[in-house]
């Protein structure tokens, strides 16, 4: 699991979340929102409220209306008695004029001819005048508001009044009497239309205040009527002929009575404002005066107190106090109206007011259903978008709002919350890398916690276990495992680097290549165990020997370089070697791991080859300087230490050349491979090939193996030839099985075939597509093909080990060449790559019986690990039956056969040798081969 | 005199600070709580003032006061005692009729003291007699003369002639210095011209005989007095327009009209403002009419005032208001519009009083009724002499109705008797 693995794993579970949020949000808007199903709940009181308020308007409302049509009423009925009044002033006259008409009647009421003739004259224009006020009254009541209510008393009393004129103002003899009573009747019929327009009114349903002010006003009705009506009275009673005469008498009367019943009583009046209005009329002066004359008449009949013909010039002061009593009527209607006004104004203001109150209830109801509404919905909202933050991985804080649940809901979420941020802050520290930080969170509570505390441990002890093998690695791949110095890449990486920064500042870079002498006595002679020690204090010795700043590295084997940075002086650099070698000669104590039971004193002597570098130098070129001026220094005589000069120029461009011609030569095809048949021990049949390469130098002859494929293996050119290689033994061991030749037959084993790598090309990722191309383009079973690595190339580099491990799962073979020659205990052979180990051929050409009996050691080590063993170098028969007797497998040497060209191997007789029970078997091989070299 | 815009501003600015001051002062919800109103409403009847003059002068105190006028119908007597009755829209301004003037002096609590405003300093601007008749006993002043009533001869001069009477005013009033003058030409009249008569009715005979009478019905001491002296001679005078055959014996407005318009009224005897229902009255005959002395003497016969109530909201302004109101140049709107006779004697000399009238046939009235307002007599004014009056009145109309005129004026005093009976 690593750092991404952290990130990614909520960042992937979040991503599937929100695939399913979108659904799960769709199902929760299908709700009803909060609000609706408050204002729901709040529908029926609503409803309820709405209905009684409707009826209470109604109510109010058919109240106002009620004191409205009172008023208007009542309006009506006092332009109705102006009409009354001014058609009862029509009376007088309209009977004077008949009493004039005839000069008897006249003088018998007491108006002398030459009075007769004046209100002759004058007396039609003041009827005329009367009875058009009486017209324009009735218009006036019609065009009132209450007005249409007394439609049908208008009519009445027009047709009347139209019939009763006529009849007054036709010709002959004056019907007095039956004016008179039809003036009573139109009288009658205003008279009981008043009273009932008022009863309606009273009967409306009003206040008491304005009930009262009505009765007033018909008690002023009632005084107008005795009012308007006594004079006209009096003057029937002194005019009109029996029988008529004596009921015109008690009409007068009973008008007086009612008169003066009705003006002398205002207790009977209800409102003070009427009852002062009253007393002042009945105080009036000329109206008292007036009314009193009337009195003493109507008290005393049989005297005239008022002469009849004095009658018309008193009907001004009858109009007078008519005025008079119409001015109380006013002030008994706008009584009337103050009080129906304030009825209605009440009215008015109780439908308003339940108006207001409904509205209000309403609306508060509303507001409160709203801000409930929006309390719960805001609060549910910070919840909600609280709660999907939290779900898309945000750890917001979610604030308390709205009622106590939510609050306890979202209490509860901000501590889901707060845990979380700790888990996070744990992941976090795992994030960055702060894996202490990590560690010291304080769990949190319950199991989650628990878990994810385990899980942080889990995460933090890999990762440290992680980092502690990629620490591991990044050593193991730069180091040399036994020495613990830098190994050939890390050196050579190193130098590289070196070479960089010294052209930079203008310096140079001393290297110093050194070769062990007599190491490999040592080995032979104390073991690989004690050659191990060696190395190790050789190592510590180098490192006690240079410089700080200077860089010990092991190339492989027994050979180490130092490398000298910013030097000039080659002195510098002798003084370095001389101490070197010094120091290395200086014998060692082995055996001290062993427990000190087998210490053993050994010494081994140093070749330095030293070299400086030139603004061309490369590593590679380097380092070959410096091995050559080695090789040299070794060759002189050991001990020593050689500078690469101009002779070891030569050499090495010598070299050189060599390796320009070898690419040519692999280009140009001019490589040829030969191959060595390996045979059963115990059968001497054929088993396999070792495929050995062979150039032949245009102009040159034969180039040994040893000195081009050393060439090769300083640069990557030794890759292309394995390649070639490959392909080519590969391609060639397929046609032969193809055609049954070399071995291939119908009722054989298939031999196999050795192809030998290079440490360089195996460390090389392309190895693996070498193999692969090889293989497919051949068509030949990966078994069929055996890959040879000395064990050296095991040590130097991890990725050759990788490398190999992934061809064998592919099925291609490993075998260990020369094994024995290096530095692999047996022990490690349990975990060491290979099928197959081959021992080297100085211990089968030794006569050393140690040197046997390590071979001997060895195959049966081998078999333990189950890895089959061959014999190398075997030349005799004596040699074979010594390998047999180890139980040694297989074999190749010249006893068998050299290496041939294909076209030669197709020509071997099978068996390769007869096998013998002898100890000295003669060579079966028709032709005895040269001396063979290792390629390695 | 002139409303005194100096004097108003004055008692404006007093005002002021005294509304300043009670401001400062404990909060005041007494009578004066209301004072420096800029509301007051005017009261008057129809043909009381000159509806122009009422408008104009309104305008002119626009921005200072808001002036509601309401001119009230039917009996105004009646309706103003109601308001004090029942204390409920009492006006801040009211016309008082002159006859009505005796009764309101006795209920002087009801009106404001004008000479507490200023009216002292102005009261020599009217006509002496009728301004003292709104002065009580005590010395308060109830009210500024509008107009006066001085009584005079109206008659047609194109029927004088046909009667082969004189028509010049100087002439005709030379012949009316005394009551039987006037009986003369009328009889004259009655013989030249049968059918007509004089006078409308023995009433109004009565009526201005009355007015040249010092004492009526009732003494300043109360007592009473209608069976003697003044009142006696008056009743003769009117008797005799009745015997002689020379009144109409017509009381009703339409009657009065058709008679002046016919010819068959000759004349009429009455106040100046008797003019204006002349000329409503019977406009066909404008031009043929004249004015001379009144038979026996001027007296004075109506005549309003103007008023200031006792609960007026605001009494400086509603001083300033009517001394505008009675200033000379709107007493001539008067005159002109509704023949108020002014009451201020400054006005006499201005030229719509001075100028000829048309009505008259040119002649210029103040030349008659000037001189008759400076020569009133001072009359004492019962409260009860307009009801006993209508006694007299009354018995009068019995005796054109047939009645013994010497039962009529045993009735009359009998009545009259009782009226100051009742009252004591």
């Known amino acids: 699991l690593s750092a991404d693995d952290v990130m990614w794993a909520p960042a992937v579970s979040t991503l599937s979340r929100r695939r399913r949020l979108p659904r799960s949000r769709g199902r929760s808007q299908r709700g009803i929102p909060i609000w609706l199903a408050l204002a729901a709940l709040m529908l029926f009181p609503l409803v309820a409220a709405g209905t009684m308020a409707g009826v209470s308007i109604d109510s109010a409302s058919r109240s106002a209306d009620e004191a409205l049509r009172a008023e208007q009423l009542v309006n009506a009925v006092e332009l109705l008695d102006s009409a009354r009044r001014s058609v009862d002033a029509e009376v007088l006259p309209t009977m004077l004029l008949g009493v004039l008409g005839n000069a008897a009647d006249a003088k018998a009421a007491g108006f002398s001819p030459p009075r007769r003739e004046v209100l002759r004259s004058t007396e039609p224009a003041n009827l005329d005048r009367i009875r058009t006020e009486s017209d324009q009254a009735l218009d006036a009541v019609e065009a009132a508001p209450g007005g249409p209510g007394l439609h049908g008393v208008l009519v009445q009393v027009r047709a009347a009044l139209l019939a009763v004129r006529a009849l007054a103002d036709g010709t002959g003899p004056s019907p007095l009497q039956e004016v008179a009573d039809q003036y009573a009747t139109i009288a009658g019929t205003f008279s009981s239309a008043q009273r009932s327009a008022n009863a309606e009114a009273i009967s409306a349903g009003l206040s008491q205040r304005s009930v009262a002010a009505l009765q007033d006003f018909d008690h002023g009705l009632a005084l107008s009527e005795a009012a308007s009506s006594q004079l006209a009275a009096l003057f029937a009673s002194r005019v009109l002929p029996e029988p008529g005469g004596s009921k015109a008498q008690q009409d007068w009367v009973a008008t007086w009575g009612t008169y003066t019943q009705l003006a002398g009583n205002s207790d009977e009046l209800s409102t003070t404002g009427m009852r002062a209005a009253w007393t002042t009329f009945q105080s009036g002066d000329q109206i008292a005066t007036f009314s009193g004359i009337l009195e003493r008449q109507a008290l005393d009949p049989r005297e005239e107190v008022l002469e009849t013909g004095a009658l018309p010039g008193l009907a001004w002061r009858s109009v007078q106090r008519d005025e008079s009593v119409a001015v109380l009527l006013e002030y008994a209607v706008s009584a009337v109206t103050t009080a129906v006004r304030v009825d209605r104004a009440r009215a008015v203001d109780r439908e308003r007011l339940m108006v207001e109150i409904c509205l209000a209830f309403g609306v508060l109801s509303l507001l409160d259903v709203g801000l409930v509404a929006r309390w719960l919905t805001v609060s549910m909202r910070s919840l909600a978008a609280g709660a999907q933050q939290i779900s898309q991985g945000h750890l917001v804080d979610v604030p308390p709002r709205g009622p106590l649940e939510l609050r306890t809901a979202a209490a509860a979420l901000s501590s889901a919350v707060a845990g979380l941020r700790r888990v996070q802050e744990q992941a976090q520290a795992v994030v960055t890398g702060d894996l202490e930080t990590a560690l010291r969170q304080q769990p949190l509570p319950g199991p989650l916690g628990e878990v994810v505390h385990a899980s942080v441990e889990q995460i933090v002890g890999a990762f440290r276990a992680r980092e502690a093998l990629q620490d591991e690695l990044a050593h193991q791949a730069s180091h040399d495992a036994l020495t613990g110095l830098p190994n050939r890449a890390e050196t050579m990486r190193h130098l590289g680097a070196a070479l960089l920064r010294s052209r930079l500042v203008g310096r140079q870079v001393g290297l110093l290549f050194i070769d062990l002498d007599g190491f490999k006595a040592v080995n032979d002679a104390h073991g690989h165990a004690a050659g191990d020690e060696l190395l190790g204090e050789v190592a510590r010795r180098l490192s006690a020997a240079i410089r700080g700043g200077d860089a010990v590295g092991r190339l492989g084997g027994d050979e180490f370089v130092v490398t000298v940075e910013n030097t000039d002086v080659v002195a510098d650099l002798v003084r370095l070697a001389e101490r070197i070698i010094a120091a290395v000669s200086v014998p060692v104590r082995v055996g001290l791991d062993t427990g000190g039971d087998d210490v053993k004193q050994v010494s081994v002597g140093a070749s330095v080859g030293v070299t400086v570098s030139s603004d061309l130098s490369t590593a590679d070129a380097l380092l070959a300087e410096a091995d050559t001026a080695a090789y040299r220094a070794k060759r002189l005589g050991r001990g020593r230490f050689e500078i690469f000069d101009d002779v070891l120029r030569a050499e090495l461009a010598e070299q050189a050349d060599l390796a320009v011609d070898l690419r040519q030569a692999l280009d140009a095809g001019e490589l040829r491979l030969h191959y060595q048949p390996v045979v059963d021990v115990r059968t001497g049949d054929l088993v396999g090939y070792e495929a050995l390469a062979r150039w032949t130098r245009p102009g040159t002859g034969p180039v040994r193996p040893d000195v081009f494929i050393a060439v090769a293996e300083a640069s990557t050119l030794v890759s292309d030839l394995g390649q070639w290689v490959l392909l080519e033994a590969t391609s060639q061991l397929a046609y032969w099985r193809q055609e049954h030749l070399a071995g291939f037959g119908p009722d054989q084993a298939e031999p196999t075939v050795a192809v030998n790598l290079s440490g360089r090309h195996l460390a090389d990722p392309r190895v693996l597509d070498d193999v692969s191309a090889a293989l497919t383009a051949s068509g030949l079973p990966p078994e069929l093909l055996v890959l040879e690595i000395t064990e050296t190339v095991l040590t130097n580099d991890p990725r050759a080990s990788l490398h190999l491990q992934e061809l064998r799962s592919q099925g291609v073979r490993v075998a260990i060449d020369d094994f024995g020659t290096g530095y692999t205990s047996i022990g490690a052979l349990s975990t060491t790559p290979a099928d197959i180990l081959k021992i080297d051929r100085s211990f089968i050409a030794s006569d050393d019986p140690g040197h046997h009996q390590l071979a001997t050691l060895i195959t049966r080590a081998a078999h333990t690990f189950s890895l089959r063993v061959v014999a190398e170098g075997i030349e005799t028969p004596e040699q074979l039956a010594r390998v047999r007797a180890d139980g040694c497998e297989e074999a190749q040497g010249y006893l068998f056969s050299r290496p041939l060209p294909p076209t030669e191997v197709e020509e071997l007789t099978h068996p390769l040798f007869l096998i013998e029970t002898t100890a000295d078997p003669e060579p079966a091989a028709h032709k005895r081969p040269a001396p063979e070299w290792s390629p390695s | ?424």
């Open chain 2, 1 to 424: 005199m002139n409303p005194t815009r100096r004097s108003f501003l004055v008692g404006a600015g007093l005002l002021g600070l005294s509304g300043g001051l009670s401001a400062c002062g404990a909060s005041d919800s007494g009578p004066g709580s209301s004072a420096g109103s800029k509301d007051l409403s005017l009261w008057y009847w129809d043909g009381g003032l000159s509806p122009q003059a009422v408008k104009d002068t309104s305008a002119t105190f626009s921005g200072r006061a808001k002036i509601t006028t309401t001119v009230v119908p039917g009996d105004f007597k009646q309706r103003l005692k109601t308001a004090f009755t029942s204390r409920q829209d009492i006006p801040d301004i009211t016309g008082i009729k002159g006859e009505d003037m005796p009764v309101f002096l006795t209920e002087t609590g009801s009106f404001l003291d004008l000479n507490t405003l200023g009216a002292r300093t102005i009261a020599d601007s009217f006509a002496t007699a009728k301004y003292a008749q709104a002065t009580t006993a005590d010395g308060q002043q109830i009210g500024l003369p509008i107009d006066l009533g001085p009584t005079a001869l109206f008659f047609r001069a194109d029927l004088w002639k046909k009667a082969g009477l004189p028509v010049a005013p100087g002439a005709v009033s030379a012949l009316m210095t005394d009551w039987d003058g006037w009986f003369d030409t009328a009889r004259r009249l009655k013989k030249a011209l049968p059918g007509t008569f004089a006078i409308r009715n023995s009433g109004d005979v009565f009526g201005v005989a009355l007015a040249q009478q010092h004492e009526t019905f009732v003494a300043r001491d109360g007592s009473f007095i209608g069976d003697q002296g003044g009142a006696k001679k008056a009743w003769k005078i009117a008797l005799r327009s009745i015997t002689d055959g020379i009144q109409a014996g017509i009381y009703n407005g339409s009657a009065f009209s058709e008679a002046l318009t016919s010819g068959q009224l000759t004349g009429h005897i009455g106040p100046a403002w008797n003019g204006l229902d002349i000329e409503a009255g019977a406009p066909s005959t404008s031009g043929a009419w004249r004015v001379a002395s009144c038979p026996g003497g001027p007296g004075n016969i109506g005549g309003s005032y103007l008023t200031l109530p006792g609960s007026c909201r605001n009494p400086e302004l509603a001083f300033a208001y009517i001394t505008e109101l009675l200033s000379a140049a709107n007493q001539s709107k008067g005159f002109a519009e509704a023949s108020l006779f002014p009451a201020l004697t400054a006005a006499y000399t201005l030229p719509a009083l001075t100028a000829g009238q048309t009505f008259y046939g040119g002649q210029s009235t103040i030349e008659v009724f000037g001189p008759a307002a400076e020569h009133l007599p001072t009359v004492y004014d019962s409260p009860l002499n307009i009801t006993i009056a209508t006694s007299y009145n009354t018995e009068l109309s019995n005796v054109e109705g047939g009645k013994e005129p010497a039962k009529a004026w045993k009735d009359a005093i009998e009545a009259g008797a009782e009226v100051v009976r009742s009252a004591a």
